[in-house]
C-alpha cells in the first residue's frame, strides 16, 4: 500500500519564477491538503482540495494555486516566487470525514535564490 | 485566533522518560495531534486525542484535558532514534474540515 508520494523531493528556482510540485495520496484518501514548513517553523495550512475543488483556504496570497485531479492526485503552483517562500512543501492526505487523520508525504524541499 | 505553544527544545538521556507539553487556544476543538518530524523529512502520526485522558500506544502516550486546554507527549525508555522534533496540532473546525494548525514543535535531543 502506497503511502503520500511528492515530486520533485528538491527544486532550485529563482526569484519571479514558477514552481509546480506534485502529490499523490495515499490509496483510499480523496482528499488533500497542502502545508508550508518554514525552517524551525510547525508546517502551516496553505488549502486543502477535495472533489476536484478548493475546499478550504488559509491565509496564503494568490500567487499560491492548487488543482486536484479525478484521480485525486494534486498540484500546487505558485506564481512569482519570493525569497520567502523558500520552505519544505508538505503534502496530506486524508478521508474525507472531517474525524480523518492526515498523512503527510516526504516532502518537496524549494529553494528560491 | 489561534495559538500553540510548546517549548523549543528538550534533552533527556537514553532510556529515560521525557514528557513534552502543549498548551493551545483555539476558537473550537476537535482533536489534537501529535507528529514525530525527524530533520528533512515528513511528519509521522503518533497520536490522537479528543476525548480527556491517556491514550497509550507502546513506548508513546498522551493526555488531553479539554478544559485546562492541556496536552502532553510522554516518551518512555528513550531511543537515541527518538531525536526529532515533536509537533502538536490541534483541527480546528472553525477553520474549517479537517485542516490542522500546527505549533512550531519541540526538537527532542536523546544523549547516550
Known amino acids: 500500500d502506497a503511502g503520500v508520494t511528492q515530486s520533485p523531493t528538491h527544486l532550485i528556482k529563482t526569484r519571479g519564477q514558477q514552481v509546480t510540485l506534485r502529490c499523490s495520496p495515499k490509496s483510499g484518501h480523496d482528499t488533500v491538503s497542502w502545508y508550508q514548513q518554514a525552517l524551525g517553523q510547525g508546517p502551516q495550512f496553505i488549502f486543502q482540495?477535495?472533489?476536484?475543488?478548493?475546499?478550504q483556504r488559509g491565509n496564503f496570497p494568490d500567487r499560491f494555486s492548487g488543482h486536484q485531479f479525478p484521480n485525486y492526485s494534486s498540484e500546487l503552483n505558485v506564481n512569482a516566487l519570493l525569497l520567502g517562500d523558500s520552505a519544505l512543501y508538505l503534502c496530506?492526505?486524508?478521508?474525507?470525514?472531517?474525524?480523518?487523520?492526515?498523512?503527510f508525504g516526504p516532502g518537496t524541499r524549494l529553494l528560491v535564490l | 485566533g489561534q495559538n500553540i505553544d510548546q517549548p523549543t527544545e528538550m534533552t533527556a538521556t537514553e532510556g529515560a522518560i521525557v514528557q513534552i507539553n502543549c498548551t493551545y487556544q483555539?476558537?473550537?476543538?476537535?482533536?489534537l495531534f501529535w507528529y514525530q518530524q525527524h530533520a528533512g523529512e515528513a511528519p509521522t502520526f503518533l497520536s490522537y486525542?479528543?476525548?480527556?485522558g491517556l491514550e497509550e500506544k507502546g513506548r508513546f502516550s498522551s493526555f488531553l484535558s479539554r478544559s485546562k486546554g492541556y496536552s502532553y507527549l510522554l516518551l518512555k525508555e528513550l531511543q537515541m532514534k527518538d531525536s526529532a522534533s515533536y509537533l502538536c496540532a490541534v483541527r480546528d473546525p472553525s477553520s474549517g474540515y479537517s485542516t490542522l494548525t500546527f505549533g512550531k514543535g519541540t526538537m527532542l535531543l536523546v544523549s547516550p
Open positions: 482540495y477535495y472533489e476536484e475543488e478548493e475546499r
Open positions: 496530506a492526505s486524508s478521508g474525507s470525514d472531517r474525524q480523518e487523520t492526515q498523512y
Open positions: 486525542n479528543v476525548l480527556d
Open positions: 483555539t476558537s473550537g476543538f476537535n482533536g
